[in-house]
């Protein structure tokens, strides 16, 4: 959590350079609660990023919360799904079937795991690989999609949807008793 006083001096820092933008003082609590969160690092190259764009407007909590996010999978190189496919073709010639395969991601091997698993890749035929393919490039990206927007959620909200997801488990399992006894 970033120290309240480090964020004052960065909220600071975007009115100095959107000298127009005059924001109510619950703005910045707002922003606190949006972006309190990230490392204060990450904000700050977020928000220099954000400014370097000489873009007239202000950024919203959200689009600073997005830039900081974004900058990290810039570095960190995040393989697209074609890539990753490219790892699955790579790992049948050096691995094949007699090998469970080690990848680099574990999306690769989720992905792999929801369209049949790695011997039924193995063993396909080679015209089901252009299949095969297209259903792991759904299948890694919605998986990709799911970690990200993970990774982006607030804690608060992230607690929760946690705990809401607790309650319907007991709800759920409350109805199944009720319906056992009958």
């Given at each position: 959590m970033i120290d309240p006083k480090d964020f004052g001096v960065i909220m600071g820092f975007l009115e100095a350079a959107f000298p127009r933008w005059q924001p109510h003082p619950a703005t910045h609590e707002v922003y606190y609660q949006t972006l309190g969160d990230l490392p204060l690092a990450q904000l700050k190259a977020a928000v220099q990023s954000y400014i370097a764009q000489d873009t007239p407007w202000p950024p919203s909590a959200g689009q600073l919360r997005n830039a900081a996010f974004d900058l990290v999978e810039v570095v960190e190189n995040k393989l697209d799904a074609?890539?990753?496919?490219g790892e699955v073709v790579r790992k049948i010639g050096t691995d094949g079937h007699v090998r469970i395969p080690q990848f680099s991601d574990p999306n690769i091997d989720a992905a792999v795991k929801a369209i049949g698993g790695?011997?039924?890749i193995c063993f396909s035929p080679e015209d089901a690989m252009v299949s095969n393919r297209a259903r792991f490039v759904t299948a890694y990206e919605v998986l990709v999609r799911r970690a990200r927007d993970n990774e982006r959620m607030l804690p608060q909200v992230r607690?929760?949807?946690k705990r809401l997801a607790t309650e319907k488990r007991m709800q759920l399992g409350d109805g199944k008793r009720e319906i056992e006894t009958v």
């Open positions: 074609n890539v990753a496919w790695w011997r039924y607690d929760v949807m």
